[in-house]
C-alpha cells in the first residue's frame, strides 16, 4: 500500500466554487457601489468591467500568492499547490488565474454557439452555464483536477490543521471517494 496526497472529494470542490461564486458577487457588488459613489454613476461601461476585472484578478492573485488559499479553500482546507508540493510563485498563479478565464470564456462562447445552432434560448446567463461544463472535467481526470490545474501543473490538496497536507492510504479512503 502506497501513501499518496488527499485531494479533496468532488462535493467539497463543488461548495467551495459555490462559496466562492458567491464572494465574488459581493466583491462585485461592493466595488460596483464604490465605483457608483465616486464617479456620481458616470462611468463607462467598458471602464467599469476593467475595474471589476482588475479587483477579481487582484482578490484571487493576491490569496493564492499569499499561502496558496482564497477565503472559501480556507474554510473548506483545500489548498492550491504545485506538484512538488510548495506553494506557487506568482507568475504560475497569474497563468492559472488567465488560463482558467480562457476556459471560462471558451465554454461560454461554446454554449452560445449551441444555443444559436439549436435556436432554443435556455438561458442568458450563458457564463454561469460554463461552470458546471468546466467542473464536469473532473469527472474524466484521474486526479479529479479541474482542467486549468492539469494544464498549469498546480493541484488542489486537502490540507489538516496547521496547513500540513493530509496523507493517508487510498484503499479505504471515504475522502478519495467519486462522490
Not at 463543488?14 to 456620481?40: A, V
Not at 506557487?88 to 461554446?110: A, D, E, Q
Not at 442568458?124 to 468546466?134: G, V
Amino acid at each position: 500500500m502506497t501513501n499518496s496526497i488527499i485531494v479533496p472529494n468532488r462535493l467539497h470542490h463543488f461548495f467551495c466554487i459555490l462559496y466562492e461564486f458567491l464572494l465574488i458577487i459581493s466583491i462585485i457588488l461592493l466595488t460596483t457601489t464604490i465605483m457608483d459613489i465616486l464617479t456620481k454613476g458616470n462611468l463607462n461601461t467598458f471602464f467599469r468591467q476593467i475595474g471589476l476585472i482588475s479587483v477579481i484578478s487582484i482578490y484571487f492573485i493576491l490569496s493564492l500568492r499569499k499561502k496558496g488559499q482564497t477565503l472559501p479553500m480556507k474554510i473548506w482546507n483545500i489548498q492550491l499547490l504545485e506538484k512538488n508540493g510548495n506553494i506557487p510563485n506568482l507568475s504560475k498563479i497569474i497563468i492559472r488565474y488567465t488560463v482558467g478565464w480562457i476556459l471560462i470564456l471558451s465554454s461560454t462562447s461554446l454554449l452560445y454557439v449551441v444555443i444559436r445552432i439549436t435556436g432554443k434560448m435556455i438561458s442568458d446567463f450563458y457564463i454561469l452555464m460554463s461552470f458546471p461544463l468546466l467542473f464536469s472535467w473532473t469527472f474524466i481526470d484521474p486526479d479529479k483536477q479541474l482542467l486549468h490545474d492539469r494544464i498549469i501543473g498546480t493541484r488542489l490538496y486537502k490540507v489538516v490543521h496547521d496547513g500540513i497536507i493530509e496523507r493517508m492510504e487510498t484503499k479505504n479512503n471515504i475522502l478519495n471517494s467519486p462522490l
